[in-house]
């Protein structure tokens, strides 16, 4: 199953985490918020699969191109 790397656009800090690892996701699927420059920045799956794995945690600061999260899909 090939694993998909989840990054963030942004530079910023994760608001919230909406899905936990483990979940099945769709394409779209919201799995966390990173905050910057005051604005909420939505971070979704790619594409349909199962979360392996998050690689942060809320309240983390975050660099743009960093690993959020690992998608099996």
Do not use: R
Request: proline share 4%; charged share 30%.
């Amino acid at each position: 199953m090939p694993v998909i790397e989840i990054k963030a656009d942004v530079t910023g800090k994760v608001w919230k985490i909406e899905a936990e690892a483990g979940a099945s996701l769709a394409g779209g699927d919201i799995v966390m918020i990173l905050e910057s420059m005051k604005m909420e920045i939505p971070v979704e799956a790619p594409k349909d699969g199962k979360l392996a794995v998050l690689t942060v945690a809320e309240g983390d600061n975050v660099k743009e191109g960093q690993v959020l999260a690992k998608l099996e899909a």
